[in-house]
């Protein structure tokens, strides 16, 4: 089971978001997508979710083609797509905003038993349970749009800027909440970000995205590592 | 006295009815986006499928079924076969904006066009399935009936069951979520476009249960809901245009107003009075009154 993107080209009307692109992400690794605004990270997680289409190339998860299929299908087929901008309704209750993942599976005891683990991850969306979503704070949105990612046991999760937007110690608690999930459940991860550093601290790949256009996959190792990368890149 | 419990008794059946075409307009506006004008059309045909049971097997009562149910399976057909090719094929530009509601108006005219064909263009009638002579209070006979309040009842009942439905189910919460955020919806794994075929179904019924309730006080004829759809719209901009219990909120404020100006002031206020209460509400609360709170702005 990967996650295989080849020649993937992507437009925004006459605007080229995302030229050429390929990458391979094998089970259970984190591939981290960085970039500068712009760079056409956001299109891409929007297009892998079904959400828009692409011009030209193909991508297939576990050997089965993902483009061109509707977001629905592709979230109830274990590829869960968290959008940027905190993505939670918030109008409804987080007890409800958590059931959205759960109310087309069959197995109503593991949704029971997937949204109980979800509370011990994120133990504070359980004392907030019938508040609005609108009235938590931008990181205990962001931690209850994950959970509701988790609840429907995704095998492919693709993360839009976790960070964005967060203070930097919940930043860094985010992370490594996902770096432990991600392990423990086995999942295999595109993790978009602008927040470079920290991406790929917990990432094993690292691809770097400039214009819609790959110019750096390796190891995020190898990336962190690299002063020629980080000062040209990375920013840092 | 007794002018004064008419006028509130009857305020209240008015409102009722303005209610139910008001719930019908905001199911659809929430599900699609759309401000359905075939609504009208939509409640009259169903009246008249009613009106021809009525004509068979004499029964007010199964002919108010088969109303309320051909009402839904026209909703969800002309939002599958009618509206989603629409929105497939109207993606961008200002043309989105007004697309489907300019193809709601060209549908309403083909409805009201082909219930001319098929019934003609005359006068129908509905008989009331109860009296609908006004009950005496202290010697004086009112301006409410059986009728009245078989009317109540039934949106009452209409009412509980769909907040029931909104509020206690998955395919409640399907709905809500497909309305707040149809993006967030479809990544959570819910069929949004069923979930909106279904919205147009729920208004397509309310719509045949308006009608039915509507018609046995006046005529049916092919434009006999235009009326009641710019009312029904009306109740539905004043309660918010989000939010069910606006409508329905809407719907009787509407009634208590346009009654109370007709009753006390002049019978030619009625619709003077309609667009009144929606400026002032428009000016005091542009959002309406009961649209639904967002968030905390973080």
Do not use: C
Not at chain 1, 78 to 102: C, Q, R, W
Not at chain 1, 147 to 166: H, Q, V
Not at chain 1, 197 to 217: C, P, T
Not at chain 2, 100 to 121: E, K, N, Y
């Amino acid at each position: 089971m990967s996650l295989i993107v080849e020649g993937l080209t992507i437009d925004h009307g006459a605007i080229r978001a995302i030229n050429n692109v390929s990458f391979k992400v094998p089970q259970g690794q984190l591939a981290a997508v960085i970039g500068s605004n712009g760079a056409g990270k956001t299109t891409l997680l929007r297009t892998l979710s079904g959400l828009k289409e692409a011009s030209s190339g193909s991508a297939t998860w576990n050997a089965s083609p993902i483009l061109g299929k509707r977001a629905e299908d592709l979230a109830r087929s274990g590829i869960m797509h968290v959008s940027d901008g905190k993505s939670v309704i918030a109008e409804l209750s987080v007890k409800d905003n958590l059931a959205l993942t759960g109310l087309w599976r069959k197995d109503k005891k593991d949704v029971k038993a997937a949204t109980n683990e979800v509370v011990e991850l994120f133990p504070i969306l359980g004392q907030r349970m019938s508040q609005s979503a609108g009235s938590l704070s931008g990181g205990e949105r962001q931690m209850l749009a994950i959970g509701r990612a988790l609840i429907a046991r995704p095998k492919l999760l693709l993360l839009d800027e976790p960070s964005l937007g967060l203070a930097p110690l919940i930043v860094e608690q985010i992370f490594q909440t996902i770096k432990s999930f991600v392990k423990s459940m086995n999942l295999t991860v595109v993790l978009v970000e602008q927040n470079a550093m920290g991406a790929l601290k917990i990432a094993d790949q690292g691809i770097v995205l400039n214009l819609g256009s790959v110019v750096l996959i390796d190891s995020a190792e190898k990336l962190l590592n690299d002063p020629a990368v980080r000062s040209a890149y990375l920013g840092f | 006295m007794t002018q004064f419990i008419t006028a509130v008794l009857t305020s209240l059946s008015s409102g009722a009815i303005y209610a139910l075409m008001a719930i019908a307009i905001v199911l659809v506006w929430r599900s699609t986006r759309v401000i359905n004008f075939a609504q009208a059309g939509q409640a009259v045909l169903t009246t008249y499928i009613g009106y021809t049971v009525i004509q068979r097997t004499g029964s007010f009562w199964i002919a108010l079924v088969v109303a309320v149910v051909s009402g839904a399976v026209i909703g969800a057909v002309i939002d599958r076969f009618f509206m989603r090719p629409i929105f497939k094929r109207v993606k961008s530009g200002p043309i989105v904006m007004i697309a489907p509601v300019v193809a709601t108006l060209g549908l309403l005219g083909i409805i009201q066009a082909i219930i001319g064909f098929v019934w003609g263009i005359t006068n129908q009638s509905i008989e009331a399935p109860v009296s609908t002579g006004g009950y005496k209070i202290m010697g004086t006979v009112i301006a409410f009936s059986s009728y009245n309040l078989l009317v109540l009842v039934f949106v009452a009942g209409a009412m509980l069951l769909l907040t029931l439905l909104f509020q206690r189910t998955n395919i409640g919460l399907a709905l809500r979520a497909s309305a707040y955020s149809p993006e967030i919806a479809k990544l959570s794994g819910i069929k949004v476009d069923s979930v909106r075929t279904l919205g147009w179904a729920l208004a397509g019924a309310f719509g045949g249960l308006a009608g039915m309730l509507y018609i046995p006080g006046y005529f049916l004829y092919p434009n006999a809901m235009d009326l009641l759809l710019v009312l029904g719209f009306i109740a539905a901009v004043i309660g918010g245009l989000e939010s069910l219990f606006g409508a329905f909120a809407g719907g009787m404020i509407l009634g208590f107003a346009i009654i109370f100006s007709t009753t006390y002031i002049s019978p030619k206020l009625f619709f003077p009075t309609a667009f009144i209460v929606l400026i002032l509400v428009l000016l005091v609360k542009p959002a309406g009154l009961f649209a639904p709170k967002k968030n905390r702005g973080a």
